[in-house]
């Protein structure tokens, strides 16, 4: 048995996936949170101070689902096509139970966006709540399910649970647009003093994010990203698309490589 | 990355022809962090053929003063992907001008003090006019296209170097032929 994400000298590195096939892959996680029965009964009657609970952790849920690269340091950039948040309120168990499932077609497994878009989800409940009950626990963040890859199959062994997820599908879920969801970002790349400038080494956006697929678009949607816009405006900024040079505007695709950098000074 | 001795095959192998003679040119492209030996570079160059009468290196060095009296210290950072790709182009743009017979660059990227060798650029022609023009094509439009950047250390603090009009001129040295 070796850790993947450790090398040969035992320092964390991140896999290698470039040679991994790629495969459908699923993965559910549940966890859940529990309160005070007088919490969940606001909770239920949607009588929180902060307004719609369920609706919010779900939104937060899929957002970690989607950024858990940013969170977990040596987990990849994943392109989800399919990302779900399920919510039941369990009366007798005052908790509220958290399902999430993702699913992507790629090299790697998702189980860790799965358990991400738990643990926010839980928190965010935790937040929308905790003013009426500061004693909630959040409890059992689990994989229940993974599929796909080269480990195949993996289901939890139901039967040691103490209180197994109810499986009733709730009414409650909202996938992401798909179309959305299955095209490609723009990857943007910055060097040197850019970069330094910027405070930013790579950037990615839907090309549907943009006011339209053009270089000049590109420019300003990145102007409204970052904290120095104005380093953006230098006369002598080169660009290459795909790792050929351009100038002027130009039109701009999904999965497009755009870098930006100051002139060259090499040799 | 490219050690002495084992040369690393370039993907752009495919864009050159075979040799008159039926061997295969020696073409490398190499973007390292380790020291090269330039002696190793032109046995390199100039083994396998006999149909050579010219070569000529160029090797650029790390200096103690540049847009600063004194510095102590670069750091060269490159495009991965990109600056491989502009410099086959540029390899290949010279043997469009002129009859090469092998070509090999090597460029260092990193961590370099002065006196340290940065670039390599060979060049083999069967006569010297061919060589000494190709290798200074190279070296001019390495300096302007390729993206590499360098960043210069002294004891004042660091600063990324400024591209210099002499650079862009050089150019035009080529437009007008």
Known sequence: MTLTHLNERGEASMVDVSDKQSSHREAIA??????????????????????????????????AAKRTHELIPLCHALMLSKVAVDFELDIAGHCVRVKAFCRLE????????????VSVACLTLYDMCKAVDRG???????????SGGQSGVWERDTTVESSPLDTRETSLETPEPSDELNESPIQIRFFAELRERLGIEKLSVLPGHLSSPTLSALKE???????????????????????DMVQGDAALGAGDEVAFFPPVTGG | ?????????????????????GRQKIYVIAIQREPFDIGALY?????????????????GRVRDFNESPEVTALTLEHYPGMTERAL???????????????????????????????????VSTAH?????????????????????????????????????????????????Q
């Open chain 1, 136 to 146: 909630m626990e959040i409890m059992d963040v689990r994989l229940e399910h993974k």
């Open chain 1, 221 to 243: 949607w990145i102007k409204s990203q970052v904290d120095t816009p104005e380093a953006m405006d230098q006369p002598r900024l080169l660009c290459a698309i795909n790792h």
């Open chain 1, 30 to 63: 549940t966890g859940r949170i529990v309160m005070q029965p007088d919490t969940l009964k606001l909770l239920a009657d949607g009588d929180m101070p902060k307004g719609d609970v369920l609706a919010t952790a779900r939104i937060a849920g899929i957002q």
């Open chain 2, 88 to 122: 086959g182009d540029i390899v290949q743009q010279a043997r469009d001008r002129w009859q090469i017979n092998d070509a090999i660059i090597v460029h260092r990227i990193g961590y370099m003090t002065p006196g340290d060798d940065i670039v390599a650029v060979l």
């Open chain 2, 128 to 176: 010297r006019h061919a060589a000494f023009e190709a290798c200074a094509f190279i070296m001019d439009f390495l300096k302007t296209s390729a993206p590499f950047w360098k960043k210069e250390h002294t004891h004042g603090g660091a600063y990324w170097v400024r591209e210099r009009e002499s650079d862009l001129a050089s150019l035009k040295r080529w437009e007008q």
């Open chain 2, 43 to 59: 046995q390199r160059l100039v083994g396998e053929g006999h149909e050579t009468g010219a070569v000529v290196s160029f090797v």
């Open chain 2, 1 to 21: 990355m490219l050690r002495l001795g084992l040369v690393m095959k370039s993907p752009f192998s495919h864009l050159l022809p075979e040799a008159d003679h």
């Open chain 1, 106 to 117: 790629g090299r790697t497994g998702v189980e860790m966006e799965a358990l991400t878009a």
